[in-house]
């Protein structure tokens, strides 16, 4: 069983930069997919980013250029460096992992969640 727990969510102006970290239980390295999705009240779970086992990224479109996932294999430790926030990023954000080297956008396809993490800009 996969554990992931979220933490470096907060409150910050438009403009502004946060870092959000997601230690894994395991080490969920080798063969799986990780990602960051976030969901606003009323709105579905959207995917923000993923990255594969080998270290590969994708970005939903409205982050491209502002949000950075990375990995620390040593630390089983996902990241999302998030810079130019605007008030439409408010929102939970969790990390998710999967198995296998699919690695879709897309939150239904995966199976571990971590609790969440609140990040609210204001304008």
């Known amino acids: 069983q996969v554990q992931l727990v979220e933490s470096g969510g907060g409150s910050v102006q438009a403009g502004g930069s946060l870092r959000l970290s997601c230690a894994a239980s395991?080490?969920?390295?080798?063969?799986?997919?990780m990602g960051w999705f976030r969901q606003a009240p009323g709105k579905e779970r959207e995917g923000v980013a993923t990255i594969d086992y080998v270290g590969s990224a994708r970005y939903a479109e409205f982050v491209k250029g502002r949000f950075t996932a990375s990995k620390d294999n040593a630390q089983s430790t996902l990241y999302l460096q998030m810079s130019s926030l605007k008030p439409e990023d408010t929102a939970m954000y969790y990390c998710?992992?999967?198995?296998?080297?699919?690695?879709?956008?897309?939150?239904?396809?995966?199976?571990?969640w971590g609790q969440g993490t609140q990040v609210t800009v204001s304008s």
């Open positions: 998710a992992a999967r198995y296998g080297a699919r690695c879709p956008l897309v939150a239904q396809e995966f199976k571990y």
């Open positions: 395991k080490f969920v390295n080798s063969n799986y997919c």
